[in-house]
Every structure is written in structure tokens, then in C-alpha cells.
T-cell receptor
Framework: KQEVTQIPAALSVPEGENLVLNCSFT??????LQWFRQDPGKGLTSLLL?????REQTSGRLNASLDKSSGRSTLYIAASQPGDSATYLC?????????FGGGTRVLVKP | NAGVTQTPKFRILKIGQSMTLQCAQD?????MYWYRQDPGMGLKLIYY???????DKGEVPNGYNVSRSTTEDFPLRLELAAPSQTSVYFC?????????????FGAGTRLSVL
């Protein structure tokens, strides 16, 4: 059974520190990888999408990498801010099949 | 484009009541999905559709029904609400072309069954 695991489940850092969120998969089939942000009581906001042929994507302070050989993706958030506090989800998309990680709850303290 | 629109945003039901969660997208996407998210848990797929007239079960379909009479609309029906269906429900569609494999989500419907 395909599983997507996110470690750590929760993370608390002081403002200004860099954040590193990990996502791992149990197989290395061809897929796309998408990172979402979820704020309490709100929906999901797409952050970055890495196509199966790509190794990383960058948007502002966010950088996501994909290593299919090891079945891992990492989301980096540089110089964290209190507004970055949210739950971050990684989603493995193989065609129309989506597999969600359990999420990492991030708290950035001022 | 409005994207994916879900209504209502909040709803409280009594046990045994029924309701329909509405989902509409204006991006002409073929693939649409319904997920539920329980507190502290990840998203689980309830039903999905690959196009008008075609629906299929996901991981947790029991207690729900769906229909897809048009490309735009994908309503989720709860016939006999149970406390176990208290959750946040998300509808999503899958992009095409340059947006292939990008998921577009609605804002969610928070449902409580008491």
C-alpha cells in the first residue's frame, strides 16, 4: 500500500529560523509532488508543484526538492515568520490518484 | 475564474438528517474529488469522478453518495447523518494542460452531526 509519511508531525521554531519539512514515499513510481498549506479552519492553498521530470521548485522563500530515487521530498522555508504558522501537507499525485501525508504542524514564535 | 466553490461553509445536522454538500468548478476540469478531514488526521478520499456521468468510490465511501450530471458540479449527499460523519469536507478538481496534476481545492465545508 502506497504511503506518504511526513516528519516531523509538529515543529516549533523561533522567528527567523529556517524550516525543513520532510516527506517520504514507499515506492518510486513516476508521480508529481505537491505541497499545500492549511490554515486552521480554512481550506488548502497550493504552494509548490514538482513535476515528475523536475528536481525542485522555488517560490519566494519556499523551495521544494524531489528525490525520486530515495522517495523523498523536502520543503524549505527560509527566514520563517509568524505568518508561516500552519499545517503543511505533501501530496503524491500519480495520474488521478492522490495520496496525502499526515501533515506537519508548524508554529513560528515571534 | 472562481475556481472550486463549496457551499455551505458550515452546517450542523441532527442524527438521521440528510443534506447535500455542493461543489462547483468553472475551469472545465474532468477530474473531481471529495475528501474528508478529521481533526488531527490527513485527508481521506470519499468519492471521485473522472468526468460527467462517471463516479467511483474512494477510501471511505460508506454513508455517502455522489452524482456528476455536469462537468461543473459534483455534489456529495449524506442520507442518514451519523456523528462519525462530523468532519471537514473538501472538494477538489484536477487541472489539465499546463496545470496537469495541479490540485485545486475548495475552502471546505465544516459539518457537525449532533
Amino acid at each position: 500500500k502506497q504511503e506518504v509519511t511526513q516528519i516531523p508531525a509538529a515543529l516549533s521554531v523561533p522567528e527567523g529560523e529556517n524550516l525543513v519539512l520532510n516527506c517520504s514515499f514507499t515506492d518510486s513510481a513516476i508521480y508529481n509532488l505537491q505541497w499545500f498549506r492549511q490554515d486552521p479552519g480554512k481550506g488548502l492553498t497550493s504552494l509548490l508543484l514538482i513535476q515528475s521530470s523536475q528536481r525542485e521548485q522555488t517560490s519566494g522563500r519556499l523551495n521544494a526538492s524531489l528525490d525520486k530515487s530515495s522517495g523523498r521530498s523536502t520543503l524549505y522555508i527560509a527566514a520563517s515568520q509568524p505568518g508561516d504558522s500552519a499545517t503543511y501537507l505533501c501530496v503524491r499525485a500519480a495520474g488521478n490518484k492522490l495520496t496525502f501525508g499526515g501533515g506537519t504542524r508548524v508554529l513560528v514564535k515571534p | 475564474n472562481a475556481g472550486v466553490t463549496q457551499t455551505p461553509k458550515f452546517r450542523i445536522l441532527k442524527i438521521g438528517q440528510s443534506m447535500t454538500l455542493q461543489c462547483a468548478q468553472d475551469m472545465n476540469h474532468n477530474y473531481m474529488y471529495w475528501y474528508r478531514q478529521d481533526p488531527g488526521m490527513g485527508l481521506k478520499l470519499i468519492y471521485y469522478s473522472v468526468g460527467a456521468g462517471i463516479t467511483d468510490k474512494g477510501e471511505v465511501p460508506n454513508g455517502y453518495n455522489v452524482s456528476r450530471s455536469t462537468t461543473e458540479d459534483f455534489p456529495l449527499r449524506l442520507e442518514l447523518a451519523a456523528p462519525s460523519q462530523t468532519s471537514v469536507y473538501f472538494c477538489a478538481s484536477l487541472g489539465t494542460g499546463l496545470a496537469k496534476n495541479i490540485q485545486y481545492f475548495g475552502a471546505g465545508t465544516r459539518l457537525s452531526v449532533l
